[in-house]
């Protein structure tokens, strides 16, 4: 069975400082990785999605994330914070762009 | 705009009412899928449509009904509402290589 665990709900940041955001997986094959971005009132937006090749990728608004094996995680890694990155972030597991399985979130709030 | 519309964004029911959810898009993709979201819970499949004139069960389905209209619209219906279905509904749909997109979702409360 296919699972995400985020083990943060919540992580508070200041303007300017790093982010990292944790995601660990299961599943049985290899599966296609993601990471979702969810302002307030708002559906969900993709910033990247991982499958092969390169550890490293990059998405949108400054964001990337690593993709490492030995550990099954997908970490989400941003290295200076702005206030607008407030809002939830999922990460998410299935095949290419179908039936996905979402972790819980992590909400993000940034602080001046 | 291209995208995937919901309707309504928001409604209450009382228990043991009846009603649907709509969902259009306007993208041509294939597969269709009616999520809920709830807090700690990220989102949770309910049902999907790999493509039209299919729908098989998610990770939720008790409670709920779907249909795949046509290639465009995918309906969930809850036939008689309870407390425990007050959630955030949200329909997505993709294609291989192209990605998911969403809609705005509706806010559903059941009292």
Redesign the interface.
Known sequence: AQS?T?PD?HITVSEGASLELRCNYSYGATPYLFWYVQSP??????LL?YFSGDTLVQGIKGFEAEFKRSQSSFNLRKPSVHWSDAAEY?CAVGL??????????TTVTVRA | NAGVTQTPKFQVLKTGQSMTLQCAQDMNHNSMYWYRQDPGMGLRLIYYSASEGTTDKGEVPNGYNVSRLNKREFSLRLESAAPSQTSVYFCASSEVGVGYTFGSGTRLTVV
């Open positions: 995400v985020q709900i009132g708002q559906g969900l937006q993709l999605k999922f290419d762009d179908y039936k996905l399985s979402f972790g819980a979130g």
